[in-house]
């Protein structure tokens, strides 16, 4: 059953503390993705990867950094530098081959702060 | 300005009505052009999909791409109460790194 798999799906953050989301695929997607959700925000996206060993700053990506060792897993933590973490994060994936374009989502991660 | 406008609602509609949701963009650039379809706590899921322009239809839904007005649509027929979510419209081009821009979302309750 092919998909994103995104844990925990709901995760708490004491100040000071850095915490790390999972996402794991298994399209055997070259491109992952990660969005910070809040309301009436739409999805704004914190950092992109193309392919392994390798990452690109989105558009919010300060106070947050990633990891693309394997092409199934892109996690994401969230560091102390991230002053407002309280989001909806989600994570998503593309393949470069047919339907251009085409993202497909976890189910994302509730993070809020204690 | 930004890239792409979405009007984020909410709308609230009569079950059995027609429904129109739509994006404006000021990117000529665009090629492709989406509808995402996310229900409250839950990742976004794939509608629609368009390359370029014209008309695409599947089942109760219809999508349209106006790329000379910069205009996209989603119309929703025979709407019904599990048609309750947030529609997101998304566009990107082959120049930029498979990245999407996204509308806001429109958030549409439809009330039996």
């Known amino acids: 059953d092919g998909g994103i798999t995104q844990s925990p799906k709901y995760l708490f953050r004491k100040e000071g503390q850095n915490v790390t989301l999972s996402c794991e695929q298994n399209?055997?997607?070259?491109?992952m993705y990660w969005y910070r959700q809040d309301p009436g925000q739409g999805l704004r996206l914190i950092y992109y990867s193309q392919i392994v060993n390798d990452f690109q700053k989105g558009d919010i990506a300060e106070g947050y950094s990633v990891s693309r060792e394997k092409k199934e897993s892109f996690p994401l933590t969230v560091t102390s530098a991230q002053k407002n973490p309280t989001a909806f994060y989600l994570c998503?994936?593309?393949?470069?081959?047919?339907?251009?374009?085409?993202?497909?989502f976890g189910a994302g991660t509730r993070l809020s702060v204690l | 300005q930004k890239e792409v406008e979405q009007d984020p609602g909410p709308l609230s509609v009569p079950e059995g009505a027609i429904v129109s949701l739509n994006c404006t963009y000021s990117n000529s650039a665009f090629q492709y052009f989406m509808w995402y379809r996310q229900y409250s706590r839950k990742g976004p899921e794939l509608l629609m999909y368009t390359y370029s322009s014209g008309n695409k239809e599947d089942g109760r839904f219809t999508a349209q791409v106006d790329k000379s007005s910069k205009y996209i649509s989603l119309f929703i027929r025979d709407s019904q109460p599990s048609d309750s979510a947030t529609y997101l419209c998304?566009?990107?081009?082959?120049?930029?790194?498979?990245?999407?821009?996204w509308g806001l979302g429109t958030s549409l309750a439809v009330n039996p």
């Open positions: 399209l055997n997607h070259d491109a």
């Open positions: 998304a566009m990107g081009w082959t120049g930029n790194n498979r990245k999407l821009i």
């Open positions: 998503a994936s593309s393949s470069a081959s047919g339907g251009a374009g085409i993202q497909y």
